[in-house]
């Protein structure tokens, strides 16, 4: 073979590739398209039943020269391309996407810019107990001039028989002390019917891991002009964790916090298993800020710092902890919770730690 008959053949193969191209752009543009009427279906986007039905169309169009086994091959990388298309155009059309809004969500609290690029910091502890209790553990968060606490009144327990917390009474209770020392409320409310009553109590409104796809909860504080903090549910993969951000903010409100708290894992060493690289994606992800629960995630008092320190070099946007005035009686979590004096010792660790390494504090 001449070399110009070589050259006119590649001609032929530029040519065909270019058809190729613009056919399976056109299929791709037809593929959006279902891609848009499946999700309005609510249908699932793969369909084995329809990937069988082209693929014995084509066997039996099939004239060669190429083989069926590399035609199915061949159609089979398209159709898993046209999933993956529709995957990512739902993701790029979502509210919460960083596509969607490229600058960082920032939450003013009580004066405080989260997710304005300084580490924010909500301690407190694991539940109301009683208004001295709580009285303590403000007077050592707003000794340093921090603006949260956090306590819970309701408390979603795995045991009925476990203590549920004090309700609007520990509500009260943990106000009384938050104004007491200029600090903003963050608690978890557990069904929208306690929301109403919640609100002249509570400034932040926390939904937990165990609420993260309670989907009526939910709409229901999408719809409150107060900010929400979402925590990942235990067994939840990011994408279902952003899934449900975007009912809250589908339902109007944007002001929403991304809480990591440890994921369920075969590892017992830790009472969950911090799942650290969650942050950065959810930061790529979405523009919404990023704390840690780093209480909850490790289930340990000796990690609490190095789970701290992890979070904030990662690009966190906020570490939250528990604090008690006397761990050893707590009603709940007695085991992970700092005393007064740790927590001094731990936030003092922390502050050095950003300094030496010139974070922003
Ligand atoms: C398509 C994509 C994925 C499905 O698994 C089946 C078919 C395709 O590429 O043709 C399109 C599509 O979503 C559909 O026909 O329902």
């Given at each position: 073979?001449?070399?110009?008959?070589?050259?006119?053949?590649?001609?032929?193969?530029?040519?065909?590739?270019?058809?190729?191209?613009?056919?399976?752009?056109?299929?791709?543009?037809?593929?959006?398209?279902?891609?848009?009427?499946?999700?309005?279906?609510?249908?699932?986007?793969?369909?084995?039943l329809r990937e069988r039905h082209m693929l014995n169309l084509l066997k039996e169009n099939?004239?060669?020269?190429?083989?069926?086994?590399?035609?199915?091959?061949?159609?089979?990388?398209?159709?898993?391309?046209?999933?993956?298309?529709?995957?990512?155009?739902?993701?790029?059309?979502?509210?919460?996407?960083?596509?969607?809004?490229?600058?960082?969500?920032?939450?003013?609290?009580?004066?405080?810019?989260?997710?304005?690029?300084?580490?924010?910091?909500?301690?407190?502890?694991?539940?109301?107990?009683?208004?001295?209790?709580?009285?303590?553990?403000?007077?050592?968060?707003?000794?340093?001039?921090?603006?949260?606490?956090?306590?819970?009144?309701?408390?979603?327990?795995?045991?009925?028989?476990?203590?549920?917390?004090?309700?609007?009474?520990?509500?009260?209770?943990?106000?009384?002390?938050?104004?007491?020392?200029?600090?903003?409320?963050?608690s978890e409310i557990v069904t929208p019917s306690h929301l109403e009553a919640a609100l002249?109590?509570?400034?932040?409104?926390?939904?937990?891991?165990?609420?993260?796809?309670?989907?009526?909860?939910?709409?229901?504080?999408?719809?409150?002009?107060?900010?929400?903090?979402?925590?990942?549910?235990?067994?939840?993969?990011?994408?279902?964790?952003?899934?449900?951000?975007?009912?809250?903010?589908?339902?109007?409100?944007?002001?929403?916090?991304?809480?990591?708290?440890?994921?369920?894992t075969y590892e017992k060493a830790t009472r969950n298993t911090l799942d650290i690289s969650?942050?950065?994606?959810?930061?790529?992800?979405?523009?919404?800020?990023?704390?840690?629960?780093?209480?909850?995630?490790?289930?340990?008092?000796?990690?609490?710092?190095?789970?701290?320190?992890?979070?904030?070099?990662?690009?966190?946007?906020?570490?939250?902890?528990?604090?008690?005035?006397?761990?050893?009686?707590?009603?709940?979590?007695?085991?992970?919770?700092?005393?007064?004096?740790?927590?001094?010792?731990?936030?003092?660790?922390?502050?050095?730690?950003?300094?030496?390494?010139?974070?922003?504090?």
């Open positions: 073979m001449s070399n110009l008959e070589l050259e006119q053949l590649r001609e032929k193969v530029d040519a065909v590739n270019l058809q190729i191209l613009s056919l399976i752009n056109e299929r791709a543009s037809v593929i959006q398209e279902i891609g848009k009427a499946k999700e309005k279906q609510g249908v699932n986007r793969y369909d084995p099939n004239a060669g020269p190429l083989d069926q086994k590399t035609v199915d091959h061949i159609f089979k990388e398209i159709f898993k391309s046209a999933l993956d298309m529709q995957e990512e155009d739902i993701r790029k059309a979502l509210l919460v996407s960083r596509k969607k809004k490229a600058e960082d969500t920032i939450i003013n609290i009580n004066g405080e810019q989260v997710g304005a690029g300084d580490p924010s910091f909500i301690f407190g502890p694991c539940a109301v107990e009683s208004q001295e209790q709580v009285m303590k553990v403000a007077e050592a968060i707003g000794g340093k001039g921090l603006k949260m606490i956090r306590g819970g009144a309701y408390k979603p327990r795995t045991s009925p028989y476990d203590f549920q917390g004090l309700g609007l009474e520990g509500l009260k209770m943990l106000k009384k002390a938050a104004d007491q020392y200029n600090l903003a409320v963050v002249d109590y509570v400034d932040v409104v926390q939904v937990g891991a165990r609420n993260m796809q309670n989907f009526e909860l939910l709409k229901a504080v999408g719809s409150i002009n107060k900010p929400v903090l979402l925590k990942r549910g235990m067994s939840a993969t990011v994408d279902e964790f952003i899934h449900a951000a975007e009912y809250i903010i589908a339902s109007g409100n944007e002001n929403i916090i991304l809480c990591e708290r440890g994921i369920r969650a942050v950065p994606i959810l930061k790529q992800e979405t523009h919404l800020p990023v704390f840690v629960d780093v209480t909850h995630s490790t289930g340990r008092r000796d990690l609490l710092l190095p789970a701290a320190k992890a979070a904030i070099a990662i690009g966190a946007d906020g570490v939250m902890a528990e604090v008690h005035p006397d761990p050893a009686v707590a009603l709940s979590d007695a085991q992970q919770q700092m005393d007064i004096g740790q927590f001094d010792e731990y936030y003092d660790a922390l502050m050095k730690f950003m300094k030496q390494y010139e974070m922003k504090m």
